[in-house]
């Protein structure tokens, strides 16, 4: 009876989007009528002149294009504890603190309850078209989710990260027990202080249940792959705990240790179990399905940043799928994954045209003006465009700053690739390299190393500039040694990788010098991590920041400090 209610109720949410996106651009306008309405009184949209019009052109002519940067003075004064409208009519639950992405600068935003709507919203959506591909049942669901604590500012703000934000909203439990499978951990551990004790009691609390699971989730392809490569290192200490039903004396944090240790009784023949097919697995190729024998998927986000860290997780996950989680920012969401059969590598994401009122930028040729926004049902199918958001959290043609190809349409809504996020990461002179180059030319020289069976678990970048000529300098985390000629091989790989033209031609006239390889010691981007997380981070939604900057003294201090072997380019030589 409980299945068929679960499977009406799905169907009925798929006909929602189906019927939305068949509609796109009319639910478009009333989203972005709705917004204006509902904030017209607000100190920003006043600043602009829009003087309550709700018009789309007077919109689009008074409101200017913004970045974080702009937006960070009215943010300022609603974490200072102003209550007026300033940018939002809408009550301001909360702030979110978010990752800055790859960056390593955190942004402020306002969080209110549409957010937290939406995100039930989305869920939804994508678990129904998920549960259609892979019906999973009633069962339950390993989840890596850990809520980083909220602050209270000095205006009596809560401040925390996005998810935190979601995770501790009351509405948040009423509105996802119907949509996401039960968790395997108590609440304790979700908001355990300590994410290492989280971690562990995850792990821990998956296997006790794991017949039940029936899929593995984290936010993030990293958290899913650092779960796995923790567990490698922690099995026998919970394989132990499994056999005398005695939590370990690494839980300490009081609530974490009572709550676990009630699902602990002793049971001998689940931890040899464990313990056999632990033993019997290939340098821990299909981990997970020997863990949870009937999992259907494995669940994250596995595109952008995340790319990296897929075939480490493709080597856990076996014969599993793998299914990329949706599109979203702590500014809002934008898009769903209604097509979860595509492999990370193609996945797209379905625009969702009433969370908000979406515009999009054309990417511009090098030297050419910043063409016009388009609308949601303007854009062409293989244009790249940089994404405008405008939502009822208070961001306005808002520059999110990542870019997107349009690659089709899903009814009349454009469906989107990831393609990366628009900031120049790596720049001296001329040349402009982005992230996505970075990866890409990391993708390229790893390669040679996994000719000797190694792999990069992580790496970053610093454009140093303190020698004349400035070069790039990329470090590197590798999973075992070798020896100085593979590394200056793929030193040279990196180098003639950027296939900029500013960079080529600065490398061929040397005006930047030789790229330099740095590999840091085991752990070094750990600690990096580890370093976030206490500034308030959340364990959940942590990205590694792929270009450290100097003002980002700490973190550069760690990676020159971790430094194990170095190599130059010869390359261009
Ligand atoms: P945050 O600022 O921590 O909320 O991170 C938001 C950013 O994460 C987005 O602006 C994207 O750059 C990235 N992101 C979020 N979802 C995805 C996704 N499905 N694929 C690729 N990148 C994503």
């Known amino acids: 009876?409980?299945?068929?209610?679960?499977?009406?109720?799905?169907?009925?949410?798929?006909?929602?989007?189906?019927?939305?996106?068949?509609?796109?651009?009319?639910?478009?306008?009333k989203t972005l009528k709705d917004i204006l309405e509902k904030n017209k009184s607000t100190f920003y949209l006043q600043k602009c002149g829009l003087n309550g019009s709700t018009d789309i052109d007077d919109f689009r002519a008074m409101v200017p294009l913004v970045t974080d940067h702009d937006m960070e003075p009215y943010v300022k004064r609603m974490v200072e504890g102003d209550k007026s409208p300033i940018l939002t009519g809408l009550p301001v639950s909360a702030i979110s603190l978010s990752s800055g992405t790859t960056q390593g600068r955190p942004k402020f935003i306002p969080f209110t309850d549409v957010l937290m709507e939406?995100?039930?919203?989305?869920?939804?959506?994508?678990?129904?078209?998920?549960?259609?591909?892979?019906?999973?049942?009633?069962?339950?669901?390993?989840?890596?989710?850990f809520s980083s604590k909220q602050y209270i500012s000095e205006g009596g703000v809560p401040v925390g990260t996005a998810t935190t934000n979601v995770y501790r909203n009351p509405n948040?439990?009423?509105?996802i027990r119907s949509i996401r499978s039960m968790y395997c951990s108590p609440d304790e551990v979700i908001f355990s202080p300590d994410v290492h004790q989280a971690l562990y009691c995850h792990l821990l609390?998956?296997?006790?249940?794991?017949?039940?699971?029936q899929y593995v989730f984290a936010a993030f392809a990293h958290s899913l792959v650092h779960a796995f490569r923790t567990f490698e290192h922690v099995w026998e200490d919970i394989v132990a705990d499994i056999r005398e039903g005695v939590l370990s004396s690494r839980i300490t944090v009081p609530s974490v240790r009572s709550a676990v240790s009630?699902?602990?009784?002793?049971?001998?023949?689940?931890?040899?179990?464990?313990r056999t097919r632990c033993l019997?697995?290939?340098?821990?190729?299909?981990?997970?399905?020997?863990?949870?024998p009937n999992a259907k998927y494995v669940y994250g986000i596995m595109t952008g940043s995340m790319e990296p860290y897929v075939n480490k997780l493709r080597h856990y996950a076996g014969d599993l799928p793998l299914i990329s989680h949706d599109y979203g920012s702590s500014e809002g969401w934008i898009a769903a994954n209604v097509t979860p059969r595509l492999p990370p590598e193609e996945a797209v994401f379905a625009v969702v045209p009433n969370f908000g009122y979406f515009e999009f930028i054309p990417v511009a040729q090098t030297g050419e003006e910043m063409p016009k926004p388009v609308g949601l049902t303007e854009v062409k199918v293989g244009e790249e465009y940089e994404i405008l958001l405008t939502n009822y959290a208070g961001m306005y043609r808002y520059r999110l700053g990542d870019v997107v190809?349009?690659?089709?349409?899903?009814?009349?809504?454009?469906?989107?690739?990831?393609?990366c996020r628009k900031n120049l990461i790596l720049s001296i002179n001329i040349d402009k390299n982005t992230e996505r180059d970075l990866q890409l030319s990391v993708e390229a020289a790893a390669k040679r190393l996994s000719v000797e069976k190694l792999e990069v678990i992580d790496f970053s970048s610093h454009v140093d500039v303190s020698t004349e000529p400035g070069h790039y300098i990329i470090f590197w985390e590798i999973s075992g040694g070798t020896n100085k000629g593979v590394l200056q091989e793929c030193c040279n790989v990196l180098d003639r990788s950027f296939l900029d033209a500013g960079y080529v031609s600065s490398r061929?006239?040397?005006s930047i010098g030789p790229l330099e390889l740095r590999v840091v010691v085991k752990g070094t981007f750990k600690k990096i991590q580890e370093h976030y997380l206490g500034l308030g981070a959340s364990a959940g939604q942590y990205k590694t920041p792929r270009c450290v900057k100097l003002s980002n003294k700490k973190v550069l201090q760690i990676l020159c400090e971790n430094v194990a072997s170095r190599v130059f380019s010869t390359a261009f030589e």
Request: net charge positive; with cysteine.
């Open 172 to 175: 948040f439990k009423a509105g």
């Open 118 to 145: 939406n995100t039930l919203q989305l869920y939804r959506t994508a678990f129904a078209f998920r549960n259609r591909e892979f019906p999973i049942g009633n069962g339950k669901a390993l989840q890596f989710i």
């Open 205 to 213: 609390c998956g296997i006790l249940s794991r017949d039940e699971v």
């Open 508 to 510: 061929k006239t040397k």
């Open 280 to 292: 019997n697995l290939s340098n821990w190729y299909g981990l997970i399905p020997a863990l949870f």
């Open 262 to 274: 009630k699902l602990l009784r002793p049971n001998p023949g689940l931890a040899n179990l464990i």
């Open 405 to 419: 190809k349009v690659v089709g349409f899903y009814n009349r809504t454009p469906q989107l690739k990831f393609v």
């Open 1 to 29: 009876m409980l299945e068929k209610v679960e499977a009406l109720d799905l169907s009925k949410v798929i006909d929602e989007f189906e019927e939305m996106t068949r509609n796109a651009g009319e639910v478009q306008e």
